[in-house]
């Protein structure tokens, strides 16, 4: 997930330059005025440069000097607090926590200190400001929450960290997406682990029925299919418009995913599995060739393969809005 930007803010009255925040993304007049001032060297001002820098030294000078440990430019919610979170700042973000700073403030765009270190992949951010009790679950607007910022970066060991500390790890967004379909959606294999061992839910699905493993399997993210499946995820769980993951797998194709999810026993005889004589001719062969070892779903889930194979194509496109 991309930091806010920062005003670029020139040094002015002897004071020091502070580089932009990266991103130019939530920059409101606000804070473009506010860099067109520069910092004139106030407490608060001294801190917020400070904090972004890194510097724990000067930090902890600012505020023995006065400076609101939350202090914010007029018109900007982005804190020393938020700096250091964004930049990685570990020590900072103690001595700032230390020093008063509202741990769970959101600045413009709603993120918390702990979502942007999540989002950034900064783990020792994260673990401080777990420990010093700053909210796991706080979310944005859309119901983005640090595990779903993790998640969806493939911040495995973030998303260690934040499930051991009580985040809830099914918490949607509006689509419905959870931080395992985000993880699952962009390939993160690592990151579904951790999701599955911290107990999420692996059939929570999207308001289009769409699972973590139906969306990992019409990307054709094999070792997230797999780690899913390890997991025990339905195979045969399919969307609204009744696809399962094999078939959109099959419609990709994914030839080895779907062999995966063939050995997993996946449920391909669903009403809509074929779309071609191709496919339905195989199928009729495969029911009658009586061959021994055959899964229940056999005739359909041959077809799809050797249709795969031989280099048939398959049905037309899969529809998913798979991103998170």
Not at 260 to 270: C, E, K, P, S, V
């Amino acid at each position: 997930m991309a930091a806010a930007a920062s005003p670029e803010r020139a040094g002015g009255g002897g004071t020091a330059a502070v580089p932009p925040r990266a991103g130019a993304v939530c920059l409101g007049p606000a804070r473009r005025e506010a860099g067109r001032r520069g910092f004139q060297g106030s407490a608060g001002l001294r801190l917020l440069r400070a904090a972004f820098q890194g510097g724990a030294a000067g930090v902890s000078e600012a505020l023995r000097a006065g400076a609101d440990p939350d202090y914010t430019q007029p018109g900007d919610d982005y804190t020393p607090l938020h700096a250091a979170a964004t930049k990685g700042h570990a020590e900072v973000v103690r001595a700032l926590c230390e020093g008063g700073a509202e741990k769970d403030r959101v600045e413009s765009c709603g993120r918390t200190p702990l979502l942007l270190a999540a989002g950034h992949g900064h783990l020792e951010v994260v673990r401080a400001l777990c420990e010093l009790g700053a909210d796991r679950d706080r979310a944005k607007p859309d119901g983005r929450t640090p595990l779903f910022a993790a998640a969806a970066g493939g911040r495995a060991e973030i998303v260690l960290e934040l499930s051991e500390a009580g985040a809830a790890t099914d918490e949607a967004i509006e689509d419905g997406a959870t931080p395992l379909l985000a993880a699952a959606a962009n390939g993160h294999e690592a990151a579904v682990r951790a999701l599955c061992k911290a107990g999420a839910d692996t059939e929570r699905a999207r308001a289009n029925g769409a699972t973590p493993l139906l969306v990992a399997a019409a990307n054709g993210y094999l070792g997230v299919v797999q780690a899913l499946c390890e997991f025990s995820a339905d195979t045969s769980a399919a969307m609204q418009d009744g696809r399962t993951p094999l078939q959109v797998a099959s419609a990709a194709g994914h030839v080895e995913v779907a062999r995966a999810l063939a050995a997993a026993d996946a449920d391909g005889d669903r009403t809509d599995a074929v779309h071609s004589p191709a496919y339905a001719g195989r199928a009729e062969r495969s029911r009658h060739a009586g061959r021994s070892g055959r899964s229940r779903h056999g005739g359909f889930l041959r077809a799809f393969l050797e249709a795969l194979e031989a280099g048939e194509a398959p049905p037309d496109g899969v529809g998913l809005e798979d991103k998170g």
